[in-house]
């Protein structure tokens, strides 16, 4: 996160919205703010990531995932000592966090 800060901040990549420019949009509702500034809401980030200001999202996301992939982890060593409840838990999360991330639900802006 530091890192792509950095690179937002020193200017090695062009922001989307230049730097001295932030204020004015911190201001403005979500929608006039998505249809200024032409960024798409949910995971069209993605295709901005040539942009310093969206590479921001990048360290987030994965910090987001890392809950998934620990539950991930430890999902074969519940599943060697039979503890069927956990597995059981452990399964139904990794399935709510993947489909809230997805944003099939029509929720959270994507």
């Known amino acids: 996160?530091?890192?792509?800060?950095?690179?937002?901040?020193?200017?090695?990549?062009?922001?989307?919205?230049?730097?001295?420019?932030?204020?004015?949009?911190w201001v403005m509702p979500v929608s006039e703010y998505l249809q200024r500034s032409g960024i798409h809401a949910g995971w069209?980030?993605?295709?901005?990531?040539?942009y310093g200001d969206m590479l921001n999202f990048l360290p987030i996301a994965f910090l987001s995932l890392l809950t998934i992939i620990c539950y991930l982890a430890i999902l074969p060593g519940l599943m060697r000592k039979k503890d069927t409840a956990y597995v059981v838990l452990v399964i139904i999360e990794v399935v709510v966090l993947v489909v809230a991330a997805s944003g099939l639900l029509g929720s959270g802006g994507h």
């Open 44 to 50: 069209a980030w993605l295709g901005n990531l040539g």
């Open 1 to 25: 996160l530091v890192v792509t800060f950095i690179i937002y901040g020193a200017g090695i990549l062009e922001p989307k919205i230049p730097l001295e420019q932030v204020q004015n949009y």
